[in-house]
T-cell receptor, first 114, second 110 residues
Framework: GAGVSQSPRYKVTKRGQDVALRCDPI?????LYWYRQALGQGPEFLTY????????KSGLPNDRFSAERPEGSISTLTIQRTEQRDSAMYRC????????????FGSGTQLSVL | QKEVEQNSGPLSVPEGAIASLNCTYS??????FFWYRQYSGKSPELIMF????GDKEDGRFTAQLNKASQYVSLLIRDSQPSDSATYLC??????????FGTGTRLKVLA
């Protein structure tokens, strides 16, 4: 695609529900990142994929958070048993993986947990 | 100490002036450095990157890197109201992980 696509754009959920956030990276980009951005803060690293391999998940806050990229393209970030503190903008970014690692960000999913 | 530090601002400059944005980082092994611009409610957009000590110019933007001082800066010449945004410094410590600062909010006054 022309850019990184994320869906849904907004997600409102009740505490305790599970949510799945989707990211469709730029076609051909092998590297995919998930970041979380609180208001007034910079993006905070969550996890990184190289093709389908999740090479780093050190930024995932706890075991309620998981991510996958089964075919090396679309990725899903899942948050189980959501809590109010999970409310934030979740951003996906992709890059070519060739060494000049310029990140291209999607528009993000604004998650609100009530 | 935060890994990437920026003054949150706001930094206010008059139209036509030079805006100077600064960033320090803690990992001495960091390899590459990026400046992203983020308009309110939008996603970050890459505007400059620099890998070597010294200056790198691209139009009205100049990135400066001093690895010995662990310091990277962004200069915006002839600042325009449309440059008003938050500028995020990002550092790659030699892996695939990009560490972002909190950003500096720039206001260019017409």
């Amino acid at each position: 695609g022309a850019g990184v696509s994320q869906s849904p754009r907004y997600k409102v959920t009740k505490r305790g529900q599970d949510v799945a956030l989707r990211c469709d990276p730029i076609s051909g980009h092998v590297s995919l990142y998930w970041y979380r951005q609180a208001l007034g803060q910079g993006p905070e690293f969550l996890t990184y994929f190289n093709y389908e391999a999740q090479q780093d998940k050190s930024g995932l806050p706890n075991d309620r958070f998981s991510a996958e990229r089964p075919e090396g393209s679309i990725s899903t970030l899942t948050i189980q048993r959501t809590e109010q503190r999970d409310s934030a903008m979740y951003r996906c970014a992709s890059s070519t993986g060739t060494g000049e690692e310029k990140l291209f960000f999607g528009s993000g999913t604004q998650l609100s947990v009530l | 100490q935060k890994e990437v530090e920026q003054n949150s601002g706001p930094l206010s400059v008059p139209e036509g002036a030079i805006a100077s944005l600064n960033c320090t980082y803690s990992d001495r092994g960091s390899q590459s450095f990026f400046w992203y611009r983020q308009y309110s409610g939008k996603s970050p957009e890459l505007i400059m990157f620099i890998y070597s000590n010294g200056d790198k110019e691209d139009g009205r933007f100049t990135a400066q890197l001093n690895k010995a001082s662990q310091y990277v800066s962004l200069l915006i010449r002839d600042s325009q109201p449309s440059d008003s945004a938050t500028y995020l410094c990002a550092v790659n410590p030699g892996t695939y992980k990009y560490i972002f600062g909190t950003g500096t909010r720039l206001k260019v006054l017409a």
